[in-house]
């Protein structure tokens, strides 16, 4: 949700480094799929496979690809290499993320010590722990609780009732959406006499610029050293991230994904959702893991596309799927060996 | 926790259409299980397996299937055509939800532009934004925050420390338990030069009349469009449904379910636990889909019980699972071939 | 994050039991990993694989077995029959839990009738409800929500934004880490000729003396009775216990695992991270359950270890998988057979 604004067509163009084909100087306010658009409303065309639809569009403007050939005929055409990045472009000049005055809130309660930028918005209910900090330009929404030496860069979006542990630090341009759990203590116990004795967790985490982290999502803080998510990484919501896993930068996992201790994902790894990772496993820079596979600990995943429990390479797993299909007709074909072995063995034996 | 209240045995069978045996006047005011009842209380007996049960129970009465040949004598009997429906509607009389008086708490922020009616309860902490509005005798409880543009129906209960983002509306009488997030942005991000941008979320979350979220649900807004959660359907705690799902009316989901994007349920579907959905799957009316199963993305799950990784007909995972089982058999059966084989070859060449 | 201590390394040898070698006054003020200690600072050696790191380690200290035969010369070694108990316990000597002053925020919110000890803290925005107990030196963070009549006894910490539903029992030295939620509606309902009514859920919740939760999880009252963590248990994040569970003592679970309804798992029980439990299953004393396993419901699991969907012991899994991971081979050796056998039908034709 978020104020709509209004740009022409040109303008649109000129963001996307785009060719305008038609009435450049016509007014857009919205964004749109290419079935409900209409007056106003700019929709893109990602494919081949849309052309169709896009052709019965009422968009006023459509994204296309470069020399696509499509042959449409809207009122105006922006023309890009990719149409559907241009799209989310347009998308976020239209629709700017909402904009909060600087303030803070009568119902915040704030450390003596906590170090709050004048531009930052801290909501109602929000608290900040001593020797915390806040930046520029950050918006701390209602009822999120800030430990102490915690640190929020700038530019930070922080959804309600996120909880951020002592001593973590958060980059710039971060968002964490509502109930997201930074800092918690990392499960680890050792087994004495009596029963389960804590080991010690007192490390911390460091979520690097530019991350975006979904709804109740859980990053455990290290037992010693850090936990790191890196810069660009996105994580859908409900994730578990261990202690002193290490996640590198433009990785992106999705929802309900279990990542255990001392974990060590690689840049640009992408990572379906309800994978489950075992202690001291590494996913190597360019693996793709599918939905629901299971890491045994210690593996190491190289690049390619990986699937199934305990992961395995994609046309293995194919392979090994499609032998398990033809058990039926296999044990048949056993059958009829043992038939004809017996009928040979009597005639053999009559001879 | 509610409550309790006291009815006459008589008047009880009248809220289930039953009949009465025994002393229709004897006051009861606890339901209980079977083998824990005592005076004064009401237990069911579900169906035969548990009528040595329910000759022992103590129970003052027992809510029993017409002619279901039971041969009880308890001091009270209450016959009904689905004594489990009618225990819980009995149940539900005599522990009525907690009832608060209405009010605004004094720590609660309420927008200047927020609409409640005064018949709501708003409790510590509660934050309501621009433009919401909370219908009548709806009980929102503490810590509890609520974005601009939001609209909860009437008869509701938003437990504690939910989060309902901007635009999102809720229908009558839904029950949101504690954490529940509704409206976070879909994940979708288109991957650009230099990492990914963000796809445009900016649709909303629909929850019709009648609907119960469980504990830390997450219920993503659509990109464009909206998320639907149809009326009278169920959600378990901890499940995550992805932007621009379309879940039908009287749906069950288990705990810990994922459903990726763009994902229709219909009707009266029943899932299990932790069962992962691809993005645009489609589970048609009357599917049952059994806990853990993993759906691949565009598949169509027609009526039926549905089972595994991939999911498949239960009947043929059965199959299937058997002709494993059965592996270390044929393995044998193959080397038995072999041996002899190899002696009938062997004879015939000596021959 | 908590105030680092100071002590001698002859007073941490006596903490543990421990008898030292080298430098006992050495001054010792933080633990650290064998690869970065250095001055003043504590580490341990595991077991032999660790011996090679441990001669390189700059630490002051080292915690090793006794007559492990390690030849280390560091400034000062304590020996230890368990050196990574001993490190727990001495890292838990430097590093103690967070204190804070007792004291009641003001912008908290306390029923009349709620008895909180004096030694108490609660936080800016706790709630807590009429007849609610806290005990002595527990420690209630911010945001979080206690129901009416929950008992919360003494030494624990309940971290910001956790929800206590009415009635709940909380004991002594319980962690809750944030956004835990305990004592919500357990998912229980009966199909009626309209939808779904609601099963009574009226029953509570029990956690024991000092079990720990880790962030997000979710334990739902009993339909009837009571839901138990028992003495010592601990919970990793985002865990859901369905309602009318009975976990025993000293049970370890692992993230993102999910029980259903009545499930009982016996003392000492070590189970996985995303494992799925059928209803009505019980899991008996010194069973172990792989990571993603999948228990059907009903299920009796007996000590051993056990793996898999559905589960079977550990030994029986991996026989089933070399039998999957021959089937290619089989296959290959039915079709020699064939071949062979075809043979020796035309050979004996000719014959």
């Not at 604004?5 to 996307?16: G, Q, W």
């Not at 006023?60 to 241009?86: F, R, W, Y």
Request: proline share 4%; hydrophobic share 40%; with cysteine.
């Amino acid at each position: 949700m978020s104020d709509s604004r209004k740009f022409s067509v040109n303008k649109l163009a000129e963001l996307v480094d785009g060719t305008v084909k038609g009435d450049g100087a016509l007014a857009i306010v919205r964004i749109a799929n290419l079935d409900q658009g209409g007056d106003n409303e700019v929709a893109y065309v990602e494919n081949e496979k849309f052309f169709a639809a896009a052709r019965d569009s009422k968009a006023s403007c459509l994204i296309v690809k470069k020399a696509s050939g499509a042959e449409l005929s809207p009122p105006a055409i922006i023309e890009v290499s990719n149409p559907k990045l241009a799209f989310s472009i347009i998308g976020a000049a239209l629709n700017p993320p909402k904009q909060r005055e600087p303030a803070i809130h009568s119902t915040a309660t704030l450390a003596d010590t906590a170090d709050v930028a004048l531009t930052a918005y801290i909501g109602p209910g929000v608290c900040i722990g001593d020797y915390a900090a806040v930046g520029a330009s950050t918006r701390i929404e209602a009822g999120v609780v800030i430990g102490d030496q915690v640190r929020v860069g700038s530019g930070c979006v922080i959804h309600p009732n996120v909880v951020l542990y002592d001593g973590v630090t958060i980059g710039n341009n971060v968002i964490l959406h509502a109930g997201v759990c930074i800092g918690a203590d990392g499960f680890g116990y050792v087994r004495g006499g009596m029963g389960y004795h804590k080991f010690p967790q007192i490390g911390t985490v460091v979520i690097e610029d530019e991350v975006e982290i979904g709804a109740h999502t859980c990053i455990d803080r290290a037992a010693l050293g850090r936990t790191r998510i890196g810069r660009g990484t996105k994580l859908d919501n409900m994730v578990h991230v261990g202690h002193n896993c290490d996640i590198g930068e433009r990785v992106v996992i999705a929802a309900q994904t279990g990542i255990s201790g001392s974990v060590v994902i690689e840049d640009d790894a992408v990572i379906g959702g309800q994978v489950g990772f075992g202690d001291h496993t590494r996913v190597q820079k360019g693996a793709i893991i599918g939905s629901k596979a299971g890491i045994l600990p210690g593996k190491i995943v190289r690049p390619g596309v990986w699937w199934g429990i305990p992961v395995q390479p994609l046309a293995e797993y194919k392979r090994m799927n499609a032998h398990i299909g033809r058990l039926p007709q296999l044990r048949e074909e056993v059958k009829q060996l043992k038939r004809k072995l017996a009928e040979l063995e009597e005639k053999f034996a009559k001879d």
